[in-house]
Antibody
Framework: EVQLVESGGALVHPGGSLRLSCAAS????????MSWVRQAPGKGLEWVAN????????QYVDSVKGRFTISRDNAKTSLYLQMNSLRVEDTAVYYC??????????????WGQGTLVTV | EIVMTQSPGTLSVSPGERATLSCRAS??????LAWYQQKPGQAPRLLIY???ARATGIPARFSGSGSGTDFTLTISSLQSEDFAIYYC????????FGQGTKVEI
């Protein structure tokens, strides 16, 4: 069974930093892109960042470029999101998401339960 | 950025009826489209990918169609557990989601 368990969400002041983690299990981690998708309270879904299977390629939504860094540790089957210079508009539930695709990221096929970040 | 527009914003349907949800892309995305279902307090769940392929474990009453810029999600006979918010998402370019369609009783 695919499991994605996020942690690290917290209340932080504007300008602060936070690191989210996601522990993955139940699938071969190195075979998948991984992504972070967020959802502000009462709002829709917004893709934040993704990372290729071997970590060689990363992509970000414009609003977080230069502030957020996605990374992964394939030995620990874990995904991370380092968030710096946080803004009020970054307040959201952050989902860790397994992403289909080999050379390119495709659909988001499994989602964690999310972790709340409040700025 | 590819903008995804869903309609209607809210769809009121009775159990057993058919529901048809629309999603339009601002440019050609071929068939690089997925649909997700989200219930209150839960994470989204993948329903459809490649515009028309059902994800693992998704009932046959859910079907997707379309290509290019216009797509449809059809729920053939609504069950009580289908009342939720549905999002379309393109992955032809940087991923973007539609604003969602709420399916209510």
């Amino acid at each position: 069974e695919v499991q994605l368990v996020e942690s690290g969400g917290a209340l932080v002041h504007p300008g602060g930093s936070l690191r989210l983690s996601c522990a993955a299990s139940g699938f071969i981690f190195t075979k998948y892109w991984m992504s972070w998708v967020r959802q502000a309270p009462g709002k829709g879904l917004e893709w934040v960042a993704n990372i290729k299977r071997d970590g060689s390629e990363t992509q970000y939504v414009d609003s977080v470029k230069g502030r957020f860094t996605i990374s992964r540790d394939n030995a620990k089957t874990s995904l991370y999101l380092q968030m710096n210079s946080l803004r009020v508009e970054d307040t959201a539930v952050y989902y860790c998401v397994r992403t289909a695709g080999i050379e390119l990221p495709y659909e988001f096929d499994y989602w964690g339960q999310g972790t709340l970040v409040t700025v | 950025e590819i903008v995804m527009t869903q309609s209607p914003g809210t769809l009121s349907v009775s159990p057993g009826e058919r529901a048809t949800l629309s999603c339009r892309a601002s440019q050609n995305i071929v068939n690089n489209l997925a649909w997700y279902q989200q219930k209150p307090g839960q994470a989204p769940r993948l329903l459809i990918y490649g515009a028309s392929a059902r994800a693992t474990g998704i009932p046959a009453r859910f079907s997707g169609s379309g290509s290019g810029t216009d797509f449809t999600l059809t729920i053939s006979s609504l069950q009580s557990e289908d009342f939720a918010i549905y999002y379309c998402q393109q992955y032809s370019n940087w991923p973007t989601f539609g604003q969602g369609t709420k399916v209510e009783i």
